[in-house]
């Protein structure tokens, strides 16, 4: 079956460089997101990659995919306070869309 | 073009009672997912559905239901409820639907926290 694995937790200082990390299993999964969730809202989808990708870079935000260990990160570049939300790595294959538990990354001023 | 909306955004309820919250999706989106969310349990989850036709269901018992309008629009109903269905409910809509292959990535509403007491 599907999962969908990440950290639960990640601190860092702001200016510096954030990497969240997620493992999946579903070697169909086609399409890998990333959604932020801030407190007391729905998720906002961030981006995406297609599992044919190694990389995707948009502004701040860096995608990097290894299909053979079926390890997804994001990099946030230059982490600001703002960024202070849960971060959701989720895989879309045949079946239907499996979310990761979300890391919660805190930044530190 | 506007977002999924949910209404409504808070519901207090007594155990026992019933619920249904409501979700309109992003205009010309003809799936609707339904997810629980709760500190515990992470995203669960709940039902699609996909020009009125339920397509996944989740490993929820039989006092959640929904349906979907064929303007897309889509309810869900929690009946007789319990303590443990306190939780924020969230509606996703896409294009064309989970499980396509294609990218139809999910697109959320900001919730219904319903808290039962």
């Known amino acids: 079956g599907e999962d969908v694995e990440q950290s639960l937790f990640l601190s860092v200082r702001e200016g510096d460089s954030s990497v969240i990390n997620c493992t999946y299993t579903?070697?169909?999964?086609?399409?890998l997101y990333w959604y932020k969730q801030e407190p007391g809202a729905g998720l906002q989808l961030l981006t995406y990659?297609?599992?044919?990708?190694d990389m995707k870079q948009d502004q701040r935000l860096t995608v990097l995919l290894n299909k053979k260990d079926k390890h997804l990160s994001l990099r946030i570049a230059d982490t600001q306070t703002g960024d202070s939300a849960i971060y959701f790595c989720?895989?879309?294959?045949?079946?239907?869309?499996?979310f990761g538990t979300g890391t919660k990354l805190q930044v530190i001023p | 073009k506007a977002g999924v909306t949910q209404t409504p955004r808070y519901l207090i309820k007594t155990r026992g009672q019933q619920v249904t919250l409501s979700c309109s999706p992003i205009s010309g989106h003809r799936s609707v997912s339904w997810y629980q969310q709760t500190p515990g349990q992470g995203l669960q989850f709940l039902f699609e559905y996909f020009s009125e036709t339920q397509r996944n269901k989740g490993n929820f018992p039989g006092r959640f239901s929904g349906r979907q309008f064929s303007n897309s629009r889509s309810e869900m109903n929690v009946s007789t409820l319990e303590l443990g269905d306190s939780a924020l409910y969230l509606c996703?809509?896409?294009?064309?639907?989970?499980?396509?292959?294609?990218?139809?990535?999910?697109?959320f509403g900001n919730g219904t926290r319903l808290t039962v007491t």
């Open positions: 579903d070697s169909s999964s086609t399409y």
């Open positions: 989720a895989e879309g294959g045949y079946q239907k869309v499996t």
């Open positions: 996703a809509s896409s294009l064309s639907g989970q499980g396509t292959l294609g990218n139809s990535p999910l697109h």
């Open positions: 990659i297609f599992s044919n990708m």
